[in-house]
């Protein structure tokens, strides 16, 4: 068990719910790199999740998840991601990783994607 790991799910803003009962289960079995290799039954077990297809059905969403918040890591800043190695007749490896806090000195990350004009046009000065 590692207790870095599970203080690091703790912390994060992101994600949420299953989501984030999921990572910690995945904490609660990794070493202090990360690594870890529970199988889906023990996932399905720690997690509470009544079916196997369920619980691969939530490894799915969190792997990509992390996928996307890897694209990112300024928005998604102090969140803990996982990778799967798939390793044939053999139980998956898991990989966390850890998308360290953005520095407080550097400007904030924009908020807002939206691409609605704001109103405002730039004027011909000539």
Same mark, same amino acid.
């Given at each position: 068990?590692?207790?870095?790991?599970?203080?690091?799910v703790?912390?994060?803003?992101?994600?949420?719910?299953?989501?984030?009962l999921l +990572? &910690?289960?995945l904490?609660?079995?990794?070493?202090?790199?990360?690594?870890?290799?529970?199988?889906v039954p023990? &996932?399905?077990? =720690?997690?509470?999740?009544?079916?196997?297809?369920?619980?691969? =059905? +939530? +490894?799915?969403?969190?792997?990509?998840?992390? =996928?996307?918040?890897?694209?990112? /890591?300024?928005r998604?800043a102090g969140?803990?991601?996982?990778?799967?190695?798939?390793?044939?007749?053999?139980?998956n490896?898991?990989?966390l990783?850890? &998308?360290?806090?953005?520095?407080?000195?550097?400007a /904030?990350?924009?908020?807002?994607?939206?691409p609605?004009?704001?109103?405002?046009t730039?004027?011909?000065?000539?």
């Amino acid at each position: 068990m590692s207790l870095i790991w599970m203080t690091r799910v703790f912390d994060a803003p992101e994600p949420r719910q299953s989501d984030r009962l999921l +990572l &910690l289960a995945l904490a609660d079995n990794a070493n202090d790199a990360g690594v870890c290799w529970p199988s889906v039954p023990t &996932l399905q077990r =720690k997690c509470g999740i009544e079916t196997r297809r369920g619980t691969e =059905k +939530l +490894l799915a969403r969190v792997v990509d998840w992390s =996928k996307r918040a890897a694209e990112d /890591p300024a928005r998604y800043a102090g969140c803990v991601l996982v990778h799967i190695e798939e390793r044939p007749g053999r139980s998956n490896r898991y990989h966390l990783a850890f &998308l360290p806090p953005r520095d407080p000195t550097e400007a /904030p990350a924009p908020t807002s994607t939206d691409p609605r004009p704001t109103g405002r046009t730039e004027r011909p000065d000539g």
